[in-house]
């Protein structure tokens, strides 16, 4: 089982970026990006079931960000627009076999039993 990220970069605020998670190995019932600023603990981002439908997002990039997957070359997304200095962070997605559905467990880093390497993105004020 892999998840190889890509797709960070530098960009100016108020620019895109899409983040691309190539997955191998098995499907999976849910899968979700995270993320960590410097000095900072790993924050939750988004997540979505691996059927898609059922996205969940932190307050701070819902309107802003769209998490998806490619069912025909099974990699997974994270579509930033609207980008801002606070979104800075190195991006990790995971997945998990099962389908979580209680919020409480979605925004949870154990939950996810499987991580891609993460990618830097830098936000320019």
């Known amino acids: 089982v892999q998840l190889q990220a890509s797709g960070g970069g530098l960009v100016q605020a108020g620019g895109s970026l899409r983040l691309s998670c190539a997955a191998s190995?098995?499907?999976?019932?849910?899968y979700a990006w995270f993320r960590q600023a410097p000095g900072k603990e790993r924050e939750f981002v988004a997540t979505?079931?691996?059927?898609?439908?059922?996205?969940y997002y932190t307050d701070s990039v819902k309107g802003r960000f769209i998490i998806f997957r490619d069912n025909v070359k099974n990699t997974l997304h994270l579509q930033m627009n609207s980008l801002k200095p606070e979104d800075t962070a190195v991006y990790y997605c995971?997945?998990?076999?099962?389908?979580?559905?209680?919020?409480?467990?979605?925004?949870?880093?154990?939950?996810?039993?499987?991580w891609g390497q993460g990618t830097q993105v830098t936000v320019s004020s």
């Open positions: 995971a997945a998990t076999g099962r389908a979580y559905t209680l919020t409480d467990y979605l925004i949870l880093s154990s939950t996810y039993d499987y």
């Open positions: 190995g098995r499907t999976f019932g849910r």
């Open positions: 979505n079931t691996w059927r898609g439908g059922s996205a």
